[in-house]
């Protein structure tokens, strides 16, 4: 926990619920242990989309479908939204739960290695919502930087780890020495490139919000 949680608790109290679709996959996610999005940083996108008004949007991690379908009732009707998944158990999931929703034609999901499928992908994003395998974001950034229009929004979730990216990589598990390394390259990456300005901020587990600088055709 990176913020206080009686602040968080708090903060999501105000919260004035989803639609019944997404309420119910939502419920369905968290029974099975699949990772979705937090209440808080579910709130921050919706009112950055409704700024932004992509036409185009990518996310990297599909999941169970929440994310994409959570943007595609905030952004323009004539948006089309792009996802990635490689968890072979989750696709069929994340495809019905598009088709609950009457989204199948608004959302396209691509399946595959996100660093292969985005070899295949030519057309430039307005928003591109990164929120798959931490340890991998560095070896995406550079295709999706890519695909980012000028002017276009970058946002990546669970940078912080908890809180767990300000100690030293000897206070960290074994295991996570690797992703926490990654992390701490990804984030300075983010904040020193001289193709972006980006702000890390404490929302849900930690977040970037990067903007490509120059200015879209």
Not at 3 to 26: A, G, M, P, Q, Y
Not at 110 to 136: H, N
């Amino acid at each position: 926990m990176i913020v206080d949680e009686r602040i968080i608790t708090f903060i999501n109290s105000l919260d004035t619920k989803n639609s019944e679709i997404l309420e119910d996959i939502e419920r369905e996610a968290l029974a099975d242990n699949v990772p979705i999005i937090r209440r808080e940083m579910q709130s921050f996108l919706k009112v950055l989309l409704m700024v932004k008004k992509p036409m185009r949007v990518l996310e990297v991690g599909t999941a169970v479908g929440f994310s994409a379908l959570l943007m595609s009732e905030y952004v323009p009707e004539e948006c089309a939204i792009t996802t990635i998944e490689n968890y072979e158990k989750r696709i069929p999931i994340a495809r019905e739960n598009f088709i609950r929703a009457e989204k199948e034609e608004q959302i396209t999901l691509l399946e595959g290695d996100a660093k292969d499928v985005l070899e295949t992908l030519t057309e430039p994003f307005d928003l591109i919502f990164m929120d798959a395998a931490k340890g991998q974001y560095m070896n995406f950034l550079p295709r999706v930087l890519e695909l980012l229009q000028p002017e276009g929004i970058l946002i990546s979730d669970n940078v912080l780890q908890d809180g767990d990216i300000i100690e030293s990589r000897f206070a960290v598990t074994r295991r996570n020495r690797t992703i926490h390394k990654r992390m701490r390259e990804y984030l300075y990456t983010l904040t020193h490139s001289e193709e972006l300005t980006t702000a890390v901020l404490p929302v849900g587990d930690g977040i970037t919000i990067s903007t490509k600088k120059g200015r879209k055709a």
